[in-house]
């Protein structure tokens, strides 16, 4: 049971197979630092950001699965879910 004070990170596609679980519980805060948690957490994961510090191409992030997010300086509250998926992923 996660608390409610987290964040929770679900993985789908690629992500899912590279963290070896479907979701993972991370303190709220800017969506650079839940990407840092979630490479300490999921090393399969390491290098979801460029060298510049931008979300790599080859994945998406969405907040709540309402809206995608790219400005990794967007702040994730408590309670909330950040959907990570492969970029090619689709229907």
Same mark, same amino acid.
């Given at each position: 049971?996660?608390?409610?004070?987290?964040?929770? !990170? $679900?993985?789908? &596609?690629?992500?899912? +197979? %590279?963290?070896?679980?479907?979701? #993972?519980?991370?303190?709220? &805060?800017? #969506?650079?630092?839940? #990407?840092? @948690?979630?490479?300490?957490?999921?090393? =399969? +994961?390491?290098?979801?950001? /460029?060298?510049? =510090?931008? *979300?790599?191409?080859?994945? +998406? *992030?969405?907040?709540?699965?309402?809206?995608? !997010?790219?400005? #990794? /300086?967007? $702040?994730?509250?408590? &309670?909330? %879910? !950040?959907? +990570?998926?492969? @970029?090619?992923?689709? =229907?």
């Amino acid at each position: 049971m996660t608390k409610s004070g987290e964040v929770i !990170v $679900e993985f789908f &596609g690629v992500p899912r +197979l %590279r963290a070896g679980r479907t979701e #993972l519980a991370v303190p709220p &805060g800017r #969506l650079a630092d839940i #990407l840092t @948690a979630i490479e300490h957490a999921c090393p =399969g +994961l390491t290098g979801l950001r /460029q060298a510049d =510090g931008r *979300l790599s191409p080859h994945y +998406l *992030l969405s907040h709540d699965g309402r809206t995608f !997010v790219t400005d #990794l /300086q967007h $702040e994730i509250p408590p &309670g909330s %879910r !950040v959907l +990570l998926l492969s @970029a090619d992923a689709g =229907g």
